[in-house]
Antibody, heavy 122, light 106 residues
Framework: EVQLLESGGGLVQPGGSLRLSCVAS????????MIWVRQAPGKGLEYVSA????????YYADSVQGRFTISRDNSKNTLYLQLNSLGAEDTAVYFC???????????????WGQGTLVTVSS | DIQMTQSPSTLSASVGDRVTITCRAS??????LAWYQQKPGKAPHLLIY???SLESGVPSRFSGSGSGTEFTLTISGLQPDDFATYYC????????FGQGTKVEIK
């Protein structure tokens, strides 16, 4: 059974940093691309960042380019998202999700974690 | 960037109704479109990919159609478990979601 478990969310002050983790199980982690998607309270879904199965290629939404960094450790079956220079607009539930392919381009996402809440407030 | 626009934003329906949700892309995305269902406090759940392919395990009352810029999600015979919010997502160029359609009880 595919499982994705996010952690690392919490309350952080504006300008602060956090690192989110997503531990995967039930599939060959390195074979599949992964994505982070966020959802602000009461709002819709927004793509944040994606990474290929090997970790060699990464993609970022314009809204987080230069502030967030996606990475993965295939030996630990873990996906990461480093969040820096956080602002109130980054407050959201952050979901990790799995692609059915090694490259996320031209792909949807077939399994999702339950999310971790990031709150940016002073 | 490709923009996705869903309509309606909210839909009131009864159990047994046939429900249709529309998603329009700002430029052609061929059939690179997925539909997800999300319930409050839960993760999105994949229903349809490649515009009309039903994900394994998803009930056959869900169907998708369309290509280019206009797509539809149809629920034939709404069930109590189907009251939720539905999102379309394009994956032709990066990834963009529609704003969502909430299906509520009439």
């Amino acid at each position: 059974e595919v499982q994705l478990l996010e952690s690392g969310g919490g309350l952080v002050q504006p300008g602060g940093s956090l690192r989110l983790s997503c531990v995967a199980s039930g599939f060959s982690f390195s074979t599949y691309a992964m994505i982070w998607v966020r959802q602000a309270p009461g709002k819709g879904l927004e793509y944040v960042s994606a990474i290929s199965g090997s970790g060699a290629v990464a993609y970022y939404a314009d809204s987080v380019q230069g502030r967030f960094t996606i990475s993965r450790d295939n030996s630990k079956n873990t996906l990461y998202l480093q969040l820096n220079s956080l602002g109130a607009e980054d407050t959201a539930v952050y979901f990790c999700a799995k692609s059915p392919s090694v490259s996320p381009t031209h792909d949807f996402f077939d399994y999702w974690g339950q999310g971790t809440l990031v709150t940016v407030s002073s | 960037d490709i923009q996705m626009t869903q309509s309606p934003s909210t839909l009131s329906a009864s159990v047994g109704d046939r429900v249709t949700i529309t998603c329009r892309a700002s430029q052609s995305i061929d059939t690179w479109l997925a539909w997800y269902q999300q319930k409050p406090g839960k993760a999105p759940h994949l229903l349809i990919y490649r515009a009309s392919s039903l994900e394994s395990g998803v009930p056959s009352r869900f169907s998708g159609s369309g290509s280019g810029t206009e797509f539809t999600l149809t629920i034939s015979g709404l069930q109590p478990d189907d009251f939720a919010t539905y999102y379309c997502q394009q994956y032709s160029s990066y990834w963009t979601f529609g704003q969502g359609t909430k299906v509520e009880i009439k």
